[in-house]
């Protein structure tokens, strides 16, 4: 099975050093939208300034494929 990699896109900063085996690109990106939903809470104070925060996957070989992102808009 492939690895994959989540980083959060907070600091583009490479967090996830170790990764994760899953059997297929489907499977990665239900597990980026699980982990948005579970650091979400941990930074309100990005969405409430109006800004953004999201995770990104990446495969074994570093190619980043898929974004999930959420994102506070004033109007």
Do not use: Q, W
């Not at 896109?9 to 597990?31: I, K, M, Q, Y």
């Not at 939903?37 to 074994?60: D, M, Y």
């Amino acid at each position: 099975m492939p690895r994959y990699y989540f980083d959060t896109t907070a600091d583009r900063t490479p967090v996830d050093a170790e990764g994760e085996t899953l059997p297929n690109d489907a499977a990665a990106c239900a597990s980026a939208v699980a982990s948005l939903s579970e650091l979400l809470p941990g930074h309100a104070s990005n969405l409430i300034k109006g800004g953004s925060f999201g995770v990104t996957v990446a495969r074994e070989d570093g190619t980043v494929f898929y974004r999930i992102e959420a994102v506070a808009t004033e109007l």
